[in-house]
């Protein structure tokens, strides 16, 4: 992940100096100071919870005081709790709704946006502007929309002869708005990527093309979506981990309960009632760990696709 | 180097001269039917929060009350609670940027211009990080804050959220990509390390610290779940988790619910509009996402 790799030649000499520098105690000592803030709170608060949780799993704790060894137990029961498994797939089915389209809209809208010339700043304010917002307004906004009778969205359904659609209280539904808002919220982001990835894309790659008379069609199949690809690969992977991590606006659309007939009820919205409701902390504990190796995996799996690609862009190079 | 914008180069496609005229409008008509569906949702909150209370609840809906009234915003202010939070707000989200824009940048500083012992274990667990999901240790986060006796306290809502390793490995990118004969003439003026930190590195990467603050900020004004896990205390709530009482708190009293969403977006919207090109950019640059 270096520039340097050019000037390796140039640099040997200065190579030398660092060399001596670090044999210089001193040297040492500062690059303690200089790491030293960022290493005391990643591992207090990054690395240190993962261990914990992990020897907390083992335990039955409980907020409200006394501990006793629980060995795997916690891991059995997780086991064959249902409500548990059932809360780790809505979690993936909330990924596989929301990566769709938050991977493809913001693509096609992105390729549009780059081949108009006036109010592109416009059409950006408007793209985006919602990811700024904080998931309370987004979610209080929503809910309102979302009314049945005088909401928005079926007050006009209904006057186009719909019937009404129960968008938050209806199992099968509820999952899908939670997905919509989502969509709504969050594509601005995945559109500036795309936006970004379009403008590294060299212009005189077009103009030559268009010399040779390519239409725009074959363009964008020949040259736009073949350079797009790593940025498409990166986007989907941010997207996936994002959607992985599913709790703010399921529970607060659903008012931290459960959702219609226990059909929206994500992972972390599960650990942190086991945690914070039920007061079992070696139980959500043992929760947490294994979202937590299942979301890494996920993540590692990835970023081997990532590089697999032989991507350029933003992450690696 | 894989920085994307700064080259100004408009993107996109080159038509033929004298084909392919027709694709502009309709593209023109598809973006503005969309963008429209896109700010509906905001323009209907504004509207609502505008309306009487008692005309909220009407079917079929009509856009504009018999008139248009304040009224849902006084009695939202006069519950004198979301200015709190937006001061709760403001204080966790300042500090947490400063603090890792600071510990951030010194890491990146010493892992760029440094070589010692360790060097690269320390970088490796940098990348390990990056694929923490914070979301996952809430439990035992808690357990540790309520052990230090920091639950319940800004202290508690800011120092988890400071250990960013996206941070530094975007600050180690840019300090990369900066020539080293700086460091090397300012070495031999006898400077020391700290000076060129923070007198030569740190001024030359603005644009850098601008993105990682920006993003920063906005990502620690708008967590909801730490903040909602970690306060229990309504005087503590940030903007986020205050919102979030207000949907069962306010009842059906959507004018006042839709004022206070409104009042709720306002900061991060005007600083939106106003710092619009670096956002974007700063987003573009450094894939950071929350």
Redesign the interface.
């Known amino acids: ?4 790799a050019g000037s390796v030649a140039r ?1 040997r000499p ?1 190579e030398q ?3 001596r ?2 044999r210089d105690p001193r ?2 000592r ?3 100071v ?2 030293g ?3 005391v ?2 591992v ?7 261990l ?2 992990l020897w ?1 799993s083992l335990y039955d ?1 409980s ?1 409200v005081g006394g501990s006793s060894w629980a060995g795997l137990g916690n891991y059995g029961e997780l086991l064959e709790d249902p409500n548990f498994w059932a809360a780790m797939w809505h979690t993936a089915f909330f990924t596989l709704l929301s990566v769709p389209p938050l991977v493809l809209l913001p693509l096609g ?1 992105a390729l ?6 006036r ?1 592109q ?10 990811f ?6 987004v ?7 979302y009314q049945p ?2 909401g ?1 969205i079926n ?2 359904l ?2 186009l002869g719909f019937a009404e659609v129960n968008w938050l209280g209806q199992p099968g539904v509820a999952m899908v708005s939670a997905v919509i808002v989502t969509v ?1 919220w969050t594509f601005g ?1 995945n559109f ?2 795309y ?9 005189e790659l ?2 030559a ?2 010399t040779d ?4 069609g074959q ?2 199949r020949r040259i ?1 979506l073949p350079l797009l690809a790593s940025t498409i690969v ?1 986007v989907t992977v ?1 997207q996936v ?2 959607s ?2 599913i ?2 606006q399921i529970y ?1 659309l659903q ?1 931290g309960t459960p959702g219609p007939e226990n059909s929206t009820r994500p992972a ?1 919205q599960y ?2 009632e ?3 409701t039920q007061y079992r ?1 070696g139980y ?2 043992a929760m ?1 760990f294994v ?2 190796l299942a ?2 995996a996920v ?2 799996l990835s ?1 081997r696709l990532i590089r697999r690609v032989g991507t ?4 690696t ?1 | ?2 920085t ?2 700064g ?1 100004g ?8 001269p004298g ?2 005229g027709w ?2 409008p309709v ?2 008509a ?2 503005v039917v ?2 429209l569906i ?5 323009v ?2 504004v509207a ?1 929060s505008l309306k009487p209370d008692a005309e ?6 009509e856009w504009f009350g018999s008139k248009l009234t304040l009224e849902a915003y006084r009695a939202a202010l006069d519950q004198g609670n979301i200015l709190k939070w937006y001061f709760n707000s403001l204080v966790t989200a300042t500090v947490i940027t400063a603090g890792t824009i ?3 940048s ?2 990146a ?3 760029s211009r ?4 360790g ?1 690269d274990a ?1 970088q490796w ?2 990348l390990a ?1 990056l ?14 804050m ?1 052990a230090f006796g920091l639950a319940d306290t800004y202290w508690g809502i800011i ?2 959220q ?2 960013s ?1 996206i941070a ?2 975007v600050f ?2 840019a300090f ?2 900066l020539p ?1 004969e700086l460091e ?1 003439s300012a070495l031999v003026d006898g400077a020391s ?1 700290w000076r060129i ?1 923070w007198h030569i590195w740190m001024p030359l990467s603005r644009a850098t610290i601008a993105a990682v603050g920006i993003f920063t900020f ?1 990502h620690a ?2 967590n ?2 730490w903040p909602f ?1 970690v306060t229990s205390a309504g005087s503590l709530f940030t ?6 009482t ?3 708190s306010y009842g059906a009293l ?1 004018a006042q ?2 004022a ?2 409104v009042l ?2 306002l900061p ?2 005007i ?3 106003l710092f ?1 090109r670096q ?2 950019q700063g ?5 950071l ?2």
């Open positions: 992940m270096s520039s340097a640099a200065r100096t660092a060399r520098r670090s040297s040492s500062l690059a303690v200089f790491t803030p960022f290493f709170l990643f207090l608060f990054l690395f240190w919870p993962v914990s949780a907390t704790d907020l809208l549009m946006v780059s081949r108009v010339r109010l700043w416009l059409f950006r304010l408007a793209f985006f502007a919602p700024v917002l904080p998931v309370s307004v979610v209080l906004v929503w809910n309102w929309l009778g005088f928005l007050s006009y209904t006057s709504w982001f500036v990527l936006l970004a990835g379009l403008q590294e894309i060299p212009r077009y103009e093309a268009a008379g390519a239409t725009p363009q964008m736009t990166l941010l981990i994002a992985l991590k709790f703010d607060l008012l972390i650990i942190y086991a945690g914070f902390i959500a504990s947490s979202f937590f979301v890494v993540t590692l970023a350029k862009t933003v992450v190079e | 180097m894989s994307i914008v080259s180069a408009p993107g996109g496609l080159v038509e033929v084909r392919g694709a502009r593209i023109y598809v973006l969309l963008a896109w700010v509906v949702p905001v209907w909150a609502t909220t609840t009407v079917a079929p809906v600071l510990t951030a010194m890491a500083f010493a892992f440094m070589r010692f012992r060097r320390l667990m940098v990080g694929i923490v999901p914070f979301q996952a240790l809430i439990v035992p986060l808690f357990a540790e309520d120092l988890p400071l250990a390793p530094v490995l180690k990118r990369d990509a080293r090397d390390m930190y906005v004004w708008n909801f779940l896990v903007i986020p988790v205050g919102l979030a207000v949907q069962t959507y619910q839709m206070i969403a709720g977006a991060l919207l600083a939106f509009v619009q956002i974007v987003i573009a640059n450094t894939g996402k929350g």
